[in-house]
Nanobody, 124 residues
């Protein structure tokens, strides 16, 4: 099993920044990729960004490309999501996820483990 704990959510003004972190523990040697997803009220869970456990390969949804940066802190087994130029439409609960497989990185059901989620609220 892999345990994921998110931190860093909160409130920001439009144009501001927030940084999310996801600490992984347990059988981290089994992880192939980590991802961030978000879910706004009444909407489906949406892919935000993903990074391989090695930290070499990243992918972003078009809606956040150029504004968000995903990175991995290898010694700490932590994946970070730096969110800049925030928009009100970025408001959602953000979830960290981990997968042992190398399937489609933007599909939620490809991920095996999930964190509890952290709220991000951006006001205009």
């Amino acid at each position: 099993q892999v345990q994921l704990v998110e931190s860093g959510g909160g409130e920001a003004q439009a144009g501001g920044s927030l940084r999310l972190s996801c600490a992984a523990s347990g059988r981290t040697y089994s992880i192939y990729r980590m991802g961030w997803f978000r879910q706004a009220p009444g909407k489906e869970r949406q892919f935000v960004a993903a990074i391989t456990w090695s930290g070499v390969s990243t992918r972003y949804d078009d809606s956040v490309k150029g504004r968000f940066t995903i990175s991995k802190d290898n010694p700490k087994n932590t994946v970070n999501l730096q969110m800049n130029s925030l928009k009100p439409e970025d408001t959602a609960v953000y979830y960290c996820a981990a997968t042992r497989g190398n399937g489609l990185e933007n599909v939620p059901n490809r991920y095996d483990f999930w964190g509890q989620g952290t709220q991000v609220t951006v006001s205009s």
